[in-house]
């Protein structure tokens, strides 16, 4: 601000007087001009005083100016420092955020190359899944279906034969139920190693699925090298297994089709090496069959049986005939066996090991069993109401009957419709299916007991159950098979039949013999205490009428003691 220049005001207008002009005498005038001069100089230092003021607020003003120059400097300073501060911090934190996105980067490419790693392992396993089996890891259905194909091509560019080979393990499912599927996996995957080994590099062997297996055997030679590598592979698989402290013995059924005699392509080959395998099963089991025609002629007869199964019930082809099982001591009827039979419209009259393993097999059993435990049970209820006297009737029932989830309901029903007591019924099983799974086919026997039913065990000595197994069914009844009977002798097979008497026996069992045909072999089932007998040689299987007939003939003569 600039300040007014006080010289140029009315104070600095008034002339100082010269000494010239100043009177030498002190007059009134002169007391005027001293006192106008006092005035002056006081204003001269109110002036001079107004004026060093003024300086100093000047000089004030500056050192403010300064000051406040400074303290814009400062400001200045800080702002920078902060800004480069700032700065330096959000460059370090971009830096930061930067390294931290690159990290990321790096790991989601680490993931990325991971999970496409992951994806090509799941399709390779995916791949093999589709192609080879889970448990054995041997080549499926499909891969051998290809393999087959290609060995096909090759054997007929070169003229070659070729053999397929159908294996299934006899016994296989005594072993799984008896001891379990863990044991029975591992069954079946050391018979895969063993069939490995039994083969050569440039052959396949590969699981179908359950115990079957199939080989593929390319460019063999002649039908005799061939016996001998096919029995090679028996002896391989039948040799005894130690499987966790289990020493198990099994055998195998194999169906052998060659190329091009029985087949030109993968399928024939297939279903033709299958349908030698079931020929053997049905022949003895645990050996092997090569397909012929005969073969085939017999699946196409099979398969018009399970045409025909399905429309003689409806019909009403089948009929019951009926079997007496005599007491050796007093001559009474022990029991009757119900039989079935098959008026064919064309065959006549079929008996039951010609088409019920068929009937098994495609699940007819199931209603023709039930229709055969009505018939038997009516027709007891109807003897018995005539005062015709015998103690059981005894029927025969499969392992599907067994396991069909209305069993123990359609028995509850029949009796109860029919009239029967059910200690009247016995139901006969053979040893084999006792096996087939043994806690859930001695539950249900069990529930049959608790009803009031017999149990029966048909066939005894053909099967493979162990003692052990079999205390643990509510058995009444054991029914030797009639091999035992058919070769009675002095010999080994008497001492055999004699044990299981013996067994029977304890096991406080009722034992029957079957197929007792001659008066020798009834003279040595009573010689060593067998307590019935049942058989041609005592009375062949009649009708129901004729089955009244002989019991009622049974009664009036029951005081004789003759065996009729």
């Not at 300040?3 to 007087?17: A, H």
């Amino acid at each position: 601000m600039i300040k007014p220049d006080r010289r140029r005001s009315g104070v600095y207008d008034r002339r100082e007087p010269t000494n010239n002009e100043m009177p030498s005498t002190p007059t009134t005038k002169d007391a005027a001009v001293d006192h106008d001069k006092s005035a002056y100089w006081r204003e001269s230092a109110i002036s001079a005083r107004e004026e060093q003021v003024h300086m100093r607020e000047d000089t004030a003003h500056g050192r403010e100016t300064k000051a406040l120059q400074r303290e814009e400097w400062a400001t200045s300073r800080e702002r920078e420092v902060y800004d480069q501060r700032t700065y330096r911090a959000a460059m370090e934190a971009l830096n930061a955020q930067l390294r931290q996105a690159n990290e990321e980067l790096v790991i989601a490419s680490i993931r990325s190359q991971a999970i496409a790693e992951e994806l090509e392992r799941s399709k390779a396993e995916m791949t093999h899944l589709a192609h080879y089996d889970f448990l054995t890891d041997l080549p499926n259905r499909t891969q051998l279906h290809d393999r087959i194909d290609q060995a096909i091509a090759l054997a007929t560019r070169h003229q070659a034969k070729l053999a397929v080979l159908f294996l299934d393990l006899d016994r296989f499912k005594i072993v799984n139920d008896s001891l379990g599927h863990a044991i029975g996996d591992q069954l079946l995957q050391s018979v895969a190693q063993r069939l490995k080994s039994a083969i050569r590099n440039s052959d396949t062997v590969s699981r179908q699925g359950g115990d079957e297996f199939v080989l593929l055997l390319s460019e063999v030679g002649q039908e005799e090298s061939l016996t001998l590598a096919i029995e090679k592979i028996h002896k391989i698989v039948t040799a005894p297994y130690s499987i966790a402290g289990n020493d198990l013995h099994i055998g195998v059924t194999i169906g052998v089709s060659l190329f091009p005699e029985n087949g030109g392509d993968t399928a024939t080959l297939m279903r033709n090496a299958d349908a030698a395998m079931y020929y053997a099963k049905e022949n003895g089991r645990d050996r092997y069959q090569f397909f012929k025609q005969e073969i085939h002629a017999r699946n196409i007869e099979r398969q018009s049986v399970e045409t025909s199964l399905s429309q003689a019930l409806d019909d009403r082809q089948f009929v019951l005939f009926y079997q007496a099982q005599i007491n050796l001591e007093n001559g009474t009827v022990m029991g009757v066996e119900a039989l079935a039979r098959w008026r064919h419209p064309s065959r006549g009259l079929l008996l039951p090991a010609w088409f019920i393993p068929i009937a098994e097999d495609c699940g007819a059993i199931v209603p023709i069993g039930r229709w055969v435990l009505r018939e038997a049970c009516e027709q007891a209820k109807s003897w018995l109401n005539q005062g015709l006297d015998f103690n059981v009737i005894c029927v025969n029932i499969s392992v599907r009957e067994l396991e069909h989830q209305d069993f123990l309901k359609n028995v509850r029903s029949v009796l109860q419709e029919t009239g029967l007591a059910p200690n009247r019924l016995e139901f006969e099983l053979t040893e084999t299916a006792l096996m087939k799974n043994i806690d859930r086919t001695a539950a249900t026997l069990h529930a049959l007991r608790a009803i009031g039913a017999r149990i029966s065990i048909d066939d005894f000595g053909t099967g493979y159950s162990s003692l052990s197994y079999l205390k643990r069914f509510p058995l009444d009844t054991m029914k030797i098979d009639q091999s035992f009977i058919r070769d009675i002798s002095t010999g080994n097979d008497d001492i055999l039949l004699n044990a299981i008497i013996g067994i029977g026996k304890s096991l406080r069992h009722q034992v029957i013999a079957e197929g007792v045909e001659t008066a020798k072999q009834l003279a040595f089932l009573r010689a060593n205490d067998c307590i019935a007998a049942q058989g041609f040689y005592l009375n062949a299987p009649m009708s129901a009428d004729e089955f009244g007939m002989f019991l009622s003939k049974r009664a009036s003569r029951r005081n004789d003691g003759a065996i009729q």
